[in-house]
């Protein structure tokens, strides 16, 4: 059964910094695609970025380019966001998600597991 494992979440202050980990296990890591998404209270879920399995390709929300950075160890079967530069608008549940064909993408019917969640809050 594959599972993912998302931690990393935390209080900080603007301009703080984070580093979210998805550890993913059951699966064969290298050929899934990974993607994070958060979801604010009284929000939709959005896609925040994801990296395929092959060329380990990524893209970033217009929201969060140039501040945060995703990235994958696949010895380790984790992918990581880093998030530098936080704002108070970045506070949400940030989820990450397995795509098994290994594209990912936006859309969150795309991917086939979901990680529970890890709270970001960014205050003052």
């Known amino acids: 059964e594959v599972q993912l494992q998302a931690s990393g979440g935390g209080l900080v202050q603007p301009g703080g910094s984070l580093r979210l980990s998805c550890a993913v296990s059951?699966?064969?890591?290298?050929?899934?695609?990974i993607g994070w998404f958060r979801q604010a209270p009284g929000k939709e879920r959005e896609g925040v970025s994801y990296i395929s399995s092959s060329d380990a390709s990524t893209d970033y929300a217009d929201s969060v380019k140039g501040r945060f950075t995703i990235s994958r160890d696949n010895a380790r079967n984790t992918v990581y966001l880093q998030m530098n530069s936080l704002k108070p608008e970045d506070t949400a549940v940030y989820y990450c998600a397995l795509d098994v064909v290994g594209r990912g993408g936006w859309a969150p019917s795309r991917y086939n597991y979901w990680g529970q969640g890890t709270q970001v809050t960014v205050s003052s």
């Open positions: 059951g699966s064969t890591f290298d050929d899934y695609a």
